[in-house]
């Protein structure tokens, strides 16, 4: 199979930057383009009581997500890969699946940032694996 492109989901922490590096280098491997995408989970944002405090709190997951594509850009750059971003919001996994078609492959690392919530909800990883129609690479941290 031929892929199209490769989906690089991140969340900013360092074990998804592992994912991106490795999307990238077989990127280059291949010659295919790359799509690095950061969602911002709004599900953290659901419990907040005051319209200010969710206002506040999405601009920080924007810039975290800016960042860490800017992160990507500069890898791809250096390693002379055609990369597009994207910054979506909603529940990661489910906009991951949605964005992926079936001759992408997505490349992600086993693990990102961790807290209680996402270990009692189950990992982003898992949910991936389970619901897409698309190959998975697996990074493991």
């Known amino acids: 199979m031929s892929y199209r492109r490769i989906i690089v989901p991140t969340d900013g922490s360092e074990n998804s930057a592992k994912g991106v590096g490795r999307g990238i280098e077989l990127a280059s491997a291949i010659g295919i383009p790359v799509r690095a995408l950061y969602v911002q989970d709004t599900s953290v944002l659901e419990g907040l009581p005051y319209e200010n405090l969710k206002a506040r709190e999405r601009k920080l997951l924007r810039r975290i997500g800016e960042e860490a594509l800017d992160d990507a850009e500069r890898a791809a750059d250096q390693a002379g890969i055609e ?52 190959d998975v690479l697996v990074v493991r941290r």
């Open 83 to 134: 990369m597009g971003t994207e910054i979506a919001e909603g529940h990661p996994w489910q906009v991951i699946t949605e964005i992926a078609g079936p001759d992408d492959l997505i490349v992600i690392c086993s693990h990102g940032r961790s807290n209680i919530a996402k270990m009692l909800m189950g990992s982003v990883t898992a949910k991936v694996l389970a619901h897409t129609e698309s």
